[in-house]
């Protein structure tokens, strides 16, 4: 299938006693961790491209009300996808980000990692290997935190 000029990146994500946690990957035969990531196919639009890799990567099935749509995106220069059959007048292509709540989901991993771990904010900050998954985590762990705390000063 041809590859769309763009790449969606998820942050699966759980609340475990209480606790946010964040599902990091390990890409195999590499020493990058990062969230899952992948490029579009044919005329899918980025969301789609989201759903299938987490199905694809970590056999995640969620309903649609389980997504959030980050605000975080990221440019990332057409030379880190050098297999990607792209015209050559595309230089930089789009990272559309998105996160998935998967608290009850049994993740199972594809062929691409060798491990995953499910971390909190601070060590999965630190794993991290690329930037544009650190300002997706940050975006998702305050959006996620502000609402737990709204949450919280409703519930007396």
């Not at 980000?97 to 049994?106: R, Y």
């Not at 601070?122 to 705390?149: G, I, K, P, Y």
Request: charged fraction near 25%; proline fraction near 5%; include cysteine.
């Amino acid at each position: 299938m041809p590859r769309a000029p763009y790449n969606t990146l998820t942050i699966p994500y759980r609340w475990r006693n209480g606790v946010l946690e964040f599902a990091v990957f390990y890409r195999r035969g590499s020493s990058m961790c990062q969230f899952i990531a992948g490029g579009g196919e044919d005329d899918e639009t980025p969301f789609a491209t989201a759903q299938r890799e987490a199905r694809e990567e970590a056999s995640i099935e969620a309903s649609e009300a389980d997504w959030i749509k980050l605000d975080a995106k990221a440019s990332i220069p057409r030379t880190a996808f050098p297999a990607a059959p792209w015209p050559e007048e595309v230089h930089v292509i789009t990272e559309h980000s998105f996160a998935v709540l998967a608290t009850g989901l049994a993740i199972r991993l594809s062929h691409e990692h060798e491990r995953y771990q499910w971390l909190q904010y601070d060590q999965a900050d630190r794993q991290l290997t690329w930037d544009s998954n650190r300002v997706a985590l940050f975006e998702l762990n305050r959006r996620l935190m502000q609402s737990a705390e709204l949450a919280l000063m409703h519930s007396f």
